[in-house]
């Protein structure tokens, strides 16, 4: 089949090299001409497994043009992958959207407009009502949303749990699904509106976990207890699961965040007050801030002290820094007036956190520290010659923000350790 894809950020790109890799042809579509000239060249302006050698592998079957009109010719499908950043209400920001809506040219054949974006539930019914207002009876609505973690999406965009797609007209849910053709699945095939919120709910569901196992964490360490035999204790339940009950100093990244606030808000729209999700985003704020809490009781005041930050992305195997912890952390430790290095292995700190030092390695990055937080658990950082580490630190003192260290290593090597919800000694 042939399809359309609006948005060559990273759930666009993800969406057209899969589905090229599934034998379709794709025109990928996206207004910075920068993006498509450097696509065109074969460079990917985003670090994603697997996603390089997919487009390489599939170039054939893959296009990339600023022009409208050039990416819907012969297109059955026309997929939305724009952004759709919170607005400083927390509503969701579906201007990018509405732009796609508004530019889709007049085709005298059917097509489906299928939405991968994320966007508040009753988004779908509004753009119905804009197709009909244009006189696009002819054009099908769709949601499918994604469910792609960054690190992995390749193979979780073809390897899903599930595929869902809601639909006003049955007919279009089918092409949606023979798109899919070659992923082995469950389907679930809805109204709009249940697909939109699917998306939403989950995304809520994976937070509400998180934040959970975050306040065991902070009762453990408050009682005595281990958070890492409790997960394991209480994941073995099969009712509960296992996944999704890694304590540490809270999420980040491009969904957990944007999303909870967009359902948060969506509810509060409609008259409800979520609260239980509103304790989940309180729950995640004060998570970050605990480390220089932790930090204080250990140093006094950080006034004039240097803290290292080893990891700065939200999370390991990307160089993304949206909403990540390090961001926060740096912060408040610049606003109590501590120096603050940083290292990550991909991400580039040096254009978001203003005042901060930025370091070559993480052994340079802890030179004369007073403390190291560990942030994002990379691999690098298991690795790390910790002795090395320890000899050039001012004070052997490190918080674990991802419980990723061996403790009982560590402080042998005369470090006083830390981590998220483990017994202090
Ligand atoms: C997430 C969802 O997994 C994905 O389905 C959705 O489409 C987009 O949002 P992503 O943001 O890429 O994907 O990362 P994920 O691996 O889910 O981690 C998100 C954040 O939660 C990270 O900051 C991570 O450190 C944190 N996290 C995750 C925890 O703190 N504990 C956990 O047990 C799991």
Redesign the pocket.
């Given at each position: 089949m042939r399809i359309a894809v609006f948005g060559a950020g990273y759930v666009g790109l993800v969406t057209g090299a899969c589905f090229a890799e599934l034998g379709h042809d794709v025109a990928v579509r996206d207004v910075v001409a920068e993006k498509i000239d450097a696509l065109r060249r074969g460079e990917v302006p985003i670090h994603e497994e697997g996603l390089e050698d997919l487009l390489e592998r599939n170039r054939e079957r893959l296009r990339f043009t600023t022009g409208v009109d050039e990416a819907i010719e012969g297109a059955e499908v026309v997929y939305v992958a724009v952004g759709t950043p919170p607005t400083y209400s927390g509503d969701a920001d579906l201007s990018a959207v509405w732009t796609v809506v508004d530019e889709l040219p007049r085709v005298d054949r059917r097509i489906v407009f299928a939405m991968k974006s994320?966007v508040p539930v009753g988004t779908g019914r509004t753009v119905r009502h804009r197709l009909d207002e244009r006189g696009f009876e002819n054009v099908g609505y769709v949601s499918n949303?994604?469910?792609?973690?960054?690190?992995?999406?390749v193979r979780?965009f073809l390897h899903p749990d599930r595929i869902v797609i809601g639909a006003f007209d049955g007919a279009d849910a089918d092409v949606v699904e023979r798109l899919h053709a070659g992923i082995d699945a469950p389907v679930i095939r809805c109204d709009v509106a249940s697909a939109e919120m699917i998306?939403l709910a989950?995304?809520a569901a994976?937070?509400t976990?998180?934040s959970f196992?975050?306040e065991i964490a902070n009762v453990c360490e408050a009682t005595g207890a281990d958070v890492l035999t409790v997960a394991k204790g209480i994941g073995l339940d099969r009712r509960i699961g296992s996944?999704?009950?890694?304590?540490?100093?809270?999420?980040?990244?491009?969904?957990?965040p944007k999303?909870s606030l967009a359902l948060k808000q969506l509810a509060a729209n409609s008259g409800y007050n979520f609260q239980l999700l509103n304790a989940v985003i309180e729950v995640n704020e004060l998570q970050k801030r605990r480390v220089i809490g932790k930090r204080e009781r250990r140093l006094g005041t950080l006034r004039g002290k240097k803290v290292a930050l080893l990891g700065l992305a939200?999370?390991p195997g990307?160089d993304?820094m949206r909403?990540?912890?390090s961001l926060v952390l740096a912060g408040r430790l610049l606003a109590v007036g501590a120096h603050v290095s940083a290292w990550d292995p991909v991400a580039d700190g040096g254009v978001l956190l203003d005042g901060v030092e930025i370091a070559a390695t993480a052994l340079e990055a802890v030179d004369g520290a007073d403390a190291a937080v560990l942030v994002?658990?990379w691999p690098e950082l298991r690795d790390l010659d910790w002795a090395e580490a320890g000899a050039r630190m001012r004070k052997k003192l490190i918080v674990d923000g991802?419980n990723m260290l061996d403790p009982v290593e560590l402080r042998a090597l005369g470090f006083e350790y830390e981590g998220i919800g483990r017994a202090v000694e």
């Amino acid at each position: 089949m042939r399809i359309a894809v609006f948005g060559a950020g990273y759930v666009g790109l993800v969406t057209g090299a899969c589905f090229a890799e599934l034998g379709h042809d794709v025109a990928v579509r996206d207004v910075v001409a920068e993006k498509i000239d450097a696509l065109r060249r074969g460079e990917v302006p985003i670090h994603e497994e697997g996603l390089e050698d997919l487009l390489e592998r599939n170039r054939e079957r893959l296009r990339f043009t600023t022009g409208v009109d050039e990416a819907i010719e012969g297109a059955e499908v026309v997929y939305v992958a724009v952004g759709t950043p919170p607005t400083y209400s927390g509503d969701a920001d579906l201007s990018a959207v509405w732009t796609v809506v508004d530019e889709l040219p007049r085709v005298d054949r059917r097509i489906v407009f299928a939405m991968k974006s994320t966007v508040p539930v009753g988004t779908g019914r509004t753009v119905r009502h804009r197709l009909d207002e244009r006189g696009f009876e002819n054009v099908g609505y769709v949601s499918n949303p994604e469910f792609t973690a960054e690190g992995t999406a390749v193979r979780d965009f073809l390897h899903p749990d599930r595929i869902v797609i809601g639909a006003f007209d049955g007919a279009d849910a089918d092409v949606v699904e023979r798109l899919h053709a070659g992923i082995d699945a469950p389907v679930i095939r809805c109204d709009v509106a249940s697909a939109e919120m699917i998306k939403l709910a989950a995304n809520a569901a994976l937070v509400t976990r998180i934040s959970f196992i975050n306040e065991i964490a902070n009762v453990c360490e408050a009682t005595g207890a281990d958070v890492l035999t409790v997960a394991k204790g209480i994941g073995l339940d099969r009712r509960i699961g296992s996944s999704f009950l890694r304590a540490g100093i809270g999420f980040g990244g491009s969904c957990f965040p944007k999303d909870s606030l967009a359902l948060k808000q969506l509810a509060a729209n409609s008259g409800y007050n979520f609260q239980l999700l509103n304790a989940v985003i309180e729950v995640n704020e004060l998570q970050k801030r605990r480390v220089i809490g932790k930090r204080e009781r250990r140093l006094g005041t950080l006034r004039g002290k240097k803290v290292a930050l080893l990891g700065l992305a939200f999370k390991p195997g990307t160089d993304d820094m949206r909403e990540a912890p390090s961001l926060v952390l740096a912060g408040r430790l610049l606003a109590v007036g501590a120096h603050v290095s940083a290292w990550d292995p991909v991400a580039d700190g040096g254009v978001l956190l203003d005042g901060v030092e930025i370091a070559a390695t993480a052994l340079e990055a802890v030179d004369g520290a007073d403390a190291a937080v560990l942030v994002t658990e990379w691999p690098e950082l298991r690795d790390l010659d910790w002795a090395e580490a320890g000899a050039r630190m001012r004070k052997k003192l490190i918080v674990d923000g991802r419980n990723m260290l061996d403790p009982v290593e560590l402080r042998a090597l005369g470090f006083e350790y830390e981590g998220i919800g483990r017994a202090v000694e």
